[in-house]
């Protein structure tokens, strides 16, 4: 397992598009903070709060990252040569999500220390955000491990990208637009939706231990299905 996750630790390292993801990261957080940080300047919403809502935006460079782990190695016909190293494909998958998880949980909290700061130095009383940094870093691996099982089971980026997108970004607003409680319901079993109470502290619907392990249950459920396509279907 050590050598699978050295491996896997180089292959992410020596790839273009994870610098660029990383960075786009860091500047979307950037961008996203500085102007929650002018809301909350006018009063609009709490200090507190602006790196949890500034990574509702940066979260989609660590989707991308996490998904092309995965995809990437497909689109280039790497995986051929991937599984002749790592025969077992349990092991493959296994190693990537430990090196995502790693990568994203230090950038993630990193990234939630940034638009801590750019809050602060925008609007005096910023409170500390070192909690919510850390809760941003678990968030996004969570959000990462979903990314990269589901990028095992459907294989090809657009594809994964286009369910992310809907599953996180798309389905939930749109089940909330009518205000409906069955659809709101719905919505709030949704991984972005109780990933957003467990960083924001909702005691409703549930309390954020239950949004945390509704995410966790996602996460879970597509690993389980990009392990079941890893190992029934050829590369």
């Not at 809502?53 to 660590?62: D, E, G, K, P, R």
């Amino acid at each position: 397992m050590r050598a699978a996750i050295r491996s896997e630790w180089t292959k992410l390292w020596t790839t273009r598009t994870v610098w660029w993801a990383l960075l786009g990261a860091f500047v979307l957080m950037a961008a996203a903070a500085g102007q929650n940080a002018i809301y909350v300047e006018n009063g609009d919403v709490t200090t507190a709060s602006v790196a949890v809502m500034s990574v509702t935006i940066a979260q989609l460079a660590f989707v991308a990252l996490a998904m092309l782990v995965m995809t990437g190695e497909y689109s280039a016909g790497t995986i051929r040569a991937t599984l002749s190293w790592i025969p077992s494909r349990g092991r493959l998958l296994s190693a990537k999500i430990a090196v995502v998880s790693a990568v994203t949980l230090v950038t993630g909290v990193a990234v939630g220390l940034l638009g801590g700061v750019i809050a602060s130095a925008i609007v005096d009383d910023s409170g500390s955000i070192a909690g919510d940094a850390f809760k941003i870093g678990i968030y996004l691996v969570l959000l990462g491990a979903l990314a990269t099982g589901l990028g095992a089971a459907l294989r090809g980026p657009v594809v994964t990208l286009v369910v992310l997108l809907m599953t996180i970004v798309v389905i939930p607003p749109l089940l909330q637009l009518p205000d409906i409680a069955v659809l709101n319901g719905i919505a709030d079993a949704f991984p972005g939706v109780a990933g957003g109470h467990f960083l924001y502290g909702d005691a409703d619907p549930y309390p954020p231990l239950v949004g945390l392990l509704i995410l966790a249950g996602w996460a879970a459920l597509a690993v389980a299905a990009g392990w079941q396509v890893l190992t029934r279907r050829d590369a």
